[in-house]
């Protein structure tokens, strides 16, 4: 099984597992947090033993779903992705999808 198929995977368990919680919302992005921490160390501990890497694509999705506080933390824990600044401007526009997302769910959902 490769690294991204993986990562899916465990967005998947993270999913499910936040529908059995409670509070299933604050779960998925608590465990999603989490993943998305460990996921930039996994590609962190690749890119210096030249393994197979976590897609871009993959870690900006991890962001977009709610990780991206994960994601910044593991950006600045592991000194991972902080240059590339295609990656950067990608990543910004995800955080701001996923802030708009919630706004709206707040604003509009009863809760």
Known sequence: MNLNRFCYFLLGLSALGSAFLPHPLVMWFLLTNALTLAVYGA???AARKTWRRVPESTLLI???VGGWPGAILGQQVFRHKTQKQPFRTYFF???MMNVVVLVGLYRFLPY
Do not use: N, R, T, Y
Request: glycine share 12%; proline share 0%; hydrophobic share 55%.
């Open 62 to 64: 991890f962001g977009l």
């Open 43 to 45: 590609d962190k501990l």
């Open 93 to 95: 526009i995800s955080v």
